[in-house]
């Protein structure tokens, strides 16, 4: 499970690692659209994402964290669906279309899982060891709300957690080696032969932080400090 996760970055410093544009920009050659670095996404969040555009250039796209299908007939309400099982992805009707023409990146600086039986249970920061920034698999999909205007959503994808993270939660989230990215994005390439090399927990470090990172509301550098 990934239900809340950081991006310390900003848009600019987000499109050079993951050589993607940002979109169309105003007159002034700034992008219509930006990012402050963040340290506790929760769902429903307008997120950078990185996706192939027609031409399958990569792309720096505002989609909200949470995919809602396609053929929905409603708009979004409820829980947002912001993770998708790795194993029942290309099955599932919310998600069996992205998985085979929209998938994406989610840049990413760490997540954060909770562990203990009983409340309040311990926050514990997770971060790759080597890489400050990497990113989480995902789909991605797009709502049509009204005549030209679209709701651009995506999910972060999730498999059985290794190793050391067994001990935090059951789950955790994919993730591709960088070379394997564009493969990733690629729809003419077969996505089960690409999450075939996913990364385990060998590269993760973790440790406790303040209970405050629980709130929706709490933000800041502060949240990612070692409690204590």
């Known amino acids: 499970m990934c239900g809340r996760y950081t991006l310390a970055k900003g848009l600019a410093e987000i499109a050079a690692y993951f050589a993607a544009k940002t979109g169309q920009a105003g007159e002034d050659g700034s992008p219509l659209w930006d990012w402050e670095p963040n340290y506790n ?8 994402v990185i996706a192939y555009d027609g031409r399958k250039a990569r792309k720096v796209v505002p989609m909200r964290w949470g ?7 409603q708009p979004p309400e409820g829980r947002p669906m912001f993770n998708a099982r790795v194993e029942t992805a290309a099955e599932k009707a919310s998600f069996r279309t992205p998985f085979k023409r929209r998938r994406a990146l989610f840049p990413a600086t760490g997540w954060y899982e909770w562990e203990g039986v009983e409340k309040p249970k311990t926050p514990y920061y997770i971060h790759e060891d080597d890489q ?3 990113a989480f698999a ?22 059985s957690a290794t190793g050391q993270m067994k001990h935090l939660h059951h789950r955790m989230p994919v993730r591709l080696p960088k ?12 996505a089960d032969a690409v999450l075939g090399t ?6 993760l470090d973790f440790y406790d932080v ?9 933000s800041g550098a502060d949240l990612i400090r070692p409690a204590g």
């Open 132 to 134: 400050e920034l990497f």
């Open 67 to 73: 995919l809602h299908p396609h053929w929905k007939k």
């Open 210 to 218: 303040g209970r405050e990172v629980s709130s929706g509301r709490a």
């Open 41 to 48: 996404i929760a769902p429903g969040t307008v997120v950078p």
């Open 198 to 203: 996913m990364k385990g927990s060998e590269d």
């Open 179 to 190: 070379n394997q990215w564009n493969n990733w994005l690629d729809w003419d390439v077969s």
């Open 138 to 159: 995902g789909l991605w999909d797009q709502w049509r709300v009204d005549e030209g205007i679209t709701l651009l959503s995506a999910t972060i994808l999730t498999t």
